[in-house]
């Protein structure tokens, strides 16, 4: 009896087990992790809306170390998890070198979109548009004709989110100064605050009073102090206003949220190719709610709402810093 | 007028950024000095952090954020002291160990405890350090009566009142506590007999013992001392410095400063001098991207790793020689 109930159990969780296998998709966070408040979380946002609505599960883990990242993939392929989402431009190089290897499976990278295999779908955000948006908001707030920017780590997707931004704060203010730094060249420079607000002390004192921080965690600082120092600040990838109430202009949106529930949502049948989410897809945008009305005048958002359709039907070029790898507006 | 604004700028930023590093780095002087290496003040200080703002965040008592940052510095230390002094184990493997439990357990328990992603909340009030302003300096409060910014006031006054209202005013107690620190180290390391006993444990412990001293009391008591000091230097970093813990938000503060003691060849005076140096290169680094010099750029990942040339250099015995305490590393094993 006792040996037929548990072969009965084992029967039962193997086929469980097997069910649940058959098309769980699953999500590979990138180092900053789960919690970011930033770009990882608004994937884990995503991640959650499509459990809650559907009640599926879905796996994931959060990437301790650069040595995970092939391990991570390969581990979920062999476990049949599909469609598997990766997190970050990192996940390029593991990625061409998995993928090929699991034909039957769909990856999803965001952040990526220059791979060449047919089971990847690439999403990537056009954040020089909502960039440009949040610059033009920038320069409208500031009365000392200078605005900051701090990115995180220096590479080409951060000097991108600054180009953007520039030329925003450019179109509104011609002779607006921007004030751009980076706060480092490893990984570190995604978790630092502290060096974020020194960042923050050192272009307050340039000048600046409205900042742009598109550095992960090290944003934080950036927003603590510039709330401390009684200036604005404009926070990324999630919507950030809610951090300090009053004192966050807005937040530059990137609906990572939204390319990860779709990809969930469309399970293993998911569309490979390149994606750009741009404005005219919502894929970036500008973060408006109660914790930042008092601070957007009509007409700043009126500005915005113009700008958004001149860049939707083309009547507004924001230049790439992808296109050659130089900023017209900008000098890092 | 423009020029000295910035320099003053940039040196207070020097003072803001070396004192984690001085705290760090006088910590590992008690405990280098007494033959016990310590690579996990990285692990301490972020522990310190960790607990520091999470309860000055749970109770909004700041002090009491210090006490925890403390206690939770001189657990990892008192580990650390079991490891290589009672069970004499190698002190290295002791000290990575503990970088790499700070470094989980303060995400794990963030997690568990607040559920905001491995960080703690904003702290705000009474749960922060606050600066302390000097009397007669120029500070908010003068700008608060005027009804002008601090920095308009600032560009009126003349050097003397710019120095002590900027330079020296205005920083956190904790930041006066470090520099106090330093001729405190020193009194005690070379005027005490604590002092004279705690050298002589780190050269020759062998010969302390034979003076009938407890070779493993002095040495519980310097890793004692570091982990004090650590748990001050977290503490600083999230409860003055920012408002709340983030993870690893200690940044490799812990390795700048253990090389800023071998830059210092393990003499107090000479750490102060060294951390100011190292915070300085991090100042201007953040202040000036890129520097011109007549033509040359110097990148800003230059000025980041300089402080690591520049311990390479003294250790590779181009600018004097910097020799470590003779008996550290190396567990005392009484003869029998």
Redesign the interface.
Known sequence: MTLMKSLMGAAAAVAMTAGAALAEPALIFDLG?????SFN?AAHNGAQRWANETGGKYREIELQSEAQREQALRRFAEAGANPIITMGFAMADPLAAVASDYPDTKFVAVDVNWLDAPNIRQVSFAEHEGSYLVGMMAAMASESGTVGFIGGMDIPLIRHFGCGYAQGAKAVNPDINVV???T??TP?AW?????G???T??QI?QGADVIYAAAG?TG??VL?TAA?EGILSIGVDSNQNH?HPGKVLTSMLKRVDVAVYDAMKAGDDVETGVFTMGLAEDGVGVAMDDNNKELVSVRMSDAVTDARKGIINGDITVVSYYENDSCPALQ? | MEVL??LI?VLD?TI??AT?LLLACLAGLYSERAGIFDIGLEGKMLMSAFFSAAVAAVTGSVWLGLLAGVASSLVLSALHGVASITFRGNQLISGVAINFLASGMT?LVA?SWFQ????TP?LFGGGRFESAEFPLAIGPNDAEETGRSV?ELMSEANVVQMIYSELLSGHSVLVYVAFLMVPATWWILFRTRFGLRLRAVGENPAAVDTAGVSVVGLRFAAVAICGVLCGIAGAY?ATA????F????T??RGFIALAALIFAKWRPWHAMWACLLFGLL??IA??F?NIDLGGVVIP??VM?ALPYILTVVILAGFVGKAIPPRAGGEPYVKER
């Open positions: 992790g789960k919690f970011d408040k979380e751009a730094n980076m480092g060249t570190a978790n630092d605050p502290v060096k607000s020194e960042l002390k050192a004192s965690g934080v600082g603590q401390d951090l890092f | 604004v910035t700028q930023s803001r950024l984690p995400v997690q905001q992603g491995g960080r904003s920095s970093l410095l920012q408002a709340g983030v993870k690893e938000m940044a490799g991090q100042a953040l202040r991207q800003v990942q980041d």
